[in-house]
Nanobody
């Protein structure tokens, strides 16, 4: 399984971006999915997670109210809509496939077993 992210880029503060992640080679709809990010010199940070059905979502405190995670199981795709972007949102964003169906316990990176290569998001001030 190799998740593949896309949609990153350069945006001004206050702007929006939508990231996509296609994950094939596994029963996509059976597992929760998550987004993480890592800025230079910092640890990988949990951003958001979504349950196998899309019915439950969970967000990190730094993005709550600004980012929205969603999924389309028919397209094996998970999305991250990012609004009101700030310079501190600048990072490489990673998509990951969870080991379980629900979002409980999905904040640590160890809860995921397949990772994408990442997509760069840069927010200018």
């Amino acid at each position: 399984v190799q998740p593949v992210e896309s949609g990153g880029g350069l945006v001004q503060a206050g702007g929006s971006l939508r990231l996509s992640c296609v994950a094939s080679g596994r029963t996509f709809s059976s597992y929760a999915m998550g987004w993480f990010r890592q800025a230079p010199g910092k640890e990988r940070e949990f951003v958001a997670a979504i349950s196998w059905s899309g019915g439950t979502t969970y967000y990190g405190n730094s993005v709550k109210g600004r980012f929205t995670i969603s999924r389309d199981n028919a397209k094996n795709t998970v999305y991250l809509q990012m609004n009101s972007l700030k310079p501190e949102d600048t990072a490489v964003y990673y998509c990951a496939v969870g080991k379980v169906r629900g979002v409980a316990g999905l904040t640590p990176a160890s809860a995921y077993d397949y990772w994408g290569q990442g997509t760069q998001v840069t927010v200018s001030s």
